[in-house]
């Protein structure tokens, strides 16, 4: 997930390509729960590098993980073989929310 650069805020659907990579992956074998846990420890996360990082960089990498977030949702969207996937985004954004 986005959180090695904090200084740099998706401008160019960074947040789309980057689910390209992850859906082919999961098409090849990847297991959904991989990603899942992915998914569910991005609040704790997010918790850890906000008292890592200034206000300024800890905005970027929240708002970075947000985006990505809500393009995996919204492209889950009516897909029964990743219901898993979409419901857990669901709860991550609300966490970090």
Known sequence: M???????????????RLLVPIFTMLERGLAQNEV????QQMPATL????????????????FTSK???KSFFIQ????AQYAPLHQSIAICLNEIN
């Open 76 to 79: 889950t969207n009516h897909q």
């Open 67 to 69: 985006t990505l977030l």
């Open 2 to 16: 986005p959180y090695g650069k904090p200084h740099y805020i998706f401008i160019h659907d960074e947040d789309e």
């Open 36 to 39: 899942l846990q992915l998914i």
């Open 47 to 62: 918790s850890t590098l906000k008292d890592q990082l200034d206000e300024a960089h800890f905005y970027i990498v929240r």
